[in-house]
């Protein structure tokens, strides 16, 4: 694996041989081996970093899930230890990976003592916990609050089945080597094109789909979405005005971009 | 007093009734408004403006209107938490994200295959629509891996979030209960020992059973 000259400038890499969770004090520069060390980045966004309880993140950088998380903590800001977990030799079952998550998926998320699994689970508590960090990404104000908690199990229950399982067809299984099946792609679209149908009638009246303002709801969309504009896909959300605008404002956002350079480090 | 809530929907579907599981914790007054889906009254445009899925429950009160029945629960467990049961929504930062983490979990790994079992098992022999035994086959073996983790946490916790009956548990209420008593797929409930211990609790809570009783009473009578 390359060093990248980014990391360098932005932080520290720890290089560690085993599984544990990483020392991210003193910078403990050394030679590098391919792929049998487990590569924590410690990513320093401040100039001078403070000293906070440690944030980390187990998960892929590829992943869904963990990208959700990951795009919450580089909106707020928010310094934080990303350890990898390498899901082709099965680390996200391990003893070690299952105590974080006992449903053996990733993203797993420490804030010191606590740990926490769920993706929307924890953009929520960062949301909450660091509402006065970077990006305000809920709402003080509780019945705005609870528009935007509607249109986050939206995003859970009436987008995320379908986009994910497009996601697979169209994206993961051509990297795995498998046949993706044109007769659920077309049924995935069509069902996905009657939820966006719906999203485009609410962003007529809405500048984002939990409110006036950018937060959560917004948000979770972009790791699937991410994948879906790489695709054939990408027709059902260019053809609705609306929906086109919205993803075109939410993901040209920087840390968005932070999260997709994770990708090609 | 306040004015009652309202909820539309029937009883029978599994998101209204998590809707009224969490109003009756919170003892908060509620006008339960039929919907006759059989009629197709759901795909209206009249319901649309309020729920533009064209699904139940929808929810009003005084000064909002709102759908997705765990949203709807989060809304009304935090508009009335200090009446009812005060600790169904948490009373800090880290109970709040133990019973966010274990309600994620309800929506996203328990909730697809035990909705898929409920449909094919309970709703479509009604419906007189054919059941997919492939279907019915990988939700059970999926379902299963789930209640395996349960199984586990119930051992070290009483309840899912923690040592409280919290929303995470009250979410699991709609879909166990058909499972349990109109499928053969209960067993995989009551088999276990911990998992048969907290549903034997939680669905043993007063609210519950009146929500069962209002499932169970004849629909009302179309104008």
């Given at each position: ?27 403990q ?13 410690f ?6 970093p ?11 950088p590829?992943s869904?899930?963990?990208?959700r ?23 996200h ?39 006065s ?20 199990e ?21 990297m ?53 504009l ?20 939410i993901?040209a956002?920087p ?11 | ?8 929907g ?25 919907v ?37 629960c ?16 948490g009373?800090n ?22 909705s ?7 709703f ?15 939700s ?18 009483r309840?899912?979030a923690?040592?409280?009956f ?11 209960q ?15 020992k911990?998992v ?23 629909p009302?009578?179309?104008?």
């Amino acid at each position: 694996m390359a060093l990248d000259e980014n990391v360098l400038e932005k932080g520290i890499l720890n290089v560690t041989p085993s599984l544990q969770t990483v020392n991210t004090q003193a910078p403990q520069p050394s030679f590098l081996h391919s792929h049998t060390l487990k590569i924590s980045l410690f990513v320093s966004l401040l100039p001078n970093p403070a000293v906070m309880a440690v944030l980390k993140v187990h998960g892929s950088p590829f992943s869904t899930a963990t990208m959700r998380v990951v795009s919450a903590l580089y909106e707020k800001g928010l310094q934080f230890e990303f350890v990898s977990i390498d899901m082709k030799v099965g680390q996200h079952k391990s003893e070690a990976f299952l105590a974080l998550n006992p449903f053996g998926q990733v993203p797993a998320f420490e804030d010191g003592d606590l740990k926490l699994f769920e993706s929307r689970a924890i953009t929520q508590y960062i949301a909450h916990e660091y509402a006065s960090n970077g990006t305000q990404l809920i709402c003080p104000d509780s019945k705005k609050m609870a528009i935007m908690s509607v249109w986050m199990e939206v995003e859970a229950h009436q987008y995320d089945p379908h986009a994910a399982k497009l996601c697979f067809e169209l994206c993961i299984k051509p990297m795995l080597g498998l046949t993706t099946d044109p007769a659920a792609v077309e049924d995935l679209e069509a069902k996905l094109g009657k939820v966006l149908d719906v999203y485009e009638a609410r962003l007529t009246q809405s500048k984002y789909l939990g409110g006036d303002c950018l937060g959560l709801a917004d948000l979770h969309h972009l790791p699937t979405l991410h994948y879906l504009l790489g695709s054939s896909a990408k027709k059902l959300f260019d053809s609705r005005p609306h929906v086109s605008a919205w993803v075109a404002d939410i993901t040209a956002r920087p840390a968005w971009a932070k999260v997709i350079a994770m990708q090609k480090s | 007093m306040a004015t009652p809530v309202k909820v539309y929907g029937p009883p029978m579907s599994t998101a209204v009734s998590r809707v009224l599981a969490c109003l009756l914790e919170k003892d908060v007054n509620f006008q339960l408004i039929p919907v006759d889906m059989s009629k197709g009254e759901h795909k209206k445009p009249d319901y649309l403006k309020i729920q533009p899925f064209g699904q139940v429950p929808s929810f009003q009160d005084e000064s909002i209107s709102l759908f997705e029945s765990r949203a709807i629960c989060r809304y009304v467990s935090e508009k009335y938490a200090n009446q009812g049961n005060k600790r169904l929504y948490g009373t800090n930062p880290l109970e709040k994200a133990s019973i966010e983490q274990w309600l994620e979990a309800e929506g996203q790994s328990f909730n697809p295959p035990s909705s898929a079992l409920v449909f094919q098992l309970a709703f479509a022999p009604r419906m007189k629509l054919k059941q997919d035994l492939g279907v019915i086959k990988q939700s059970e073996e999926k379902l299963a891996k789930v209640l395996d983790v349960y199984e586990q946490r119930l051992g070290e916790s009483r309840f899912l979030a923690g040592d409280e009956f919290t929303l995470a548990d009250l979410s699991h209420l709609p879909n166990t209960q058909y499972l349990v008593s109109v499928t053969e797929k209960g067993e995989m409930f009551t088999k276990r020992k911990n998992v048969g211990r907290w549903w034997s609790e939680i669905s043993g809570r007063d609210s519950w059973k009146k929500v069962v009783d209002l499932q169970k009473a004849p629909p009302p009578k179309s104008a």
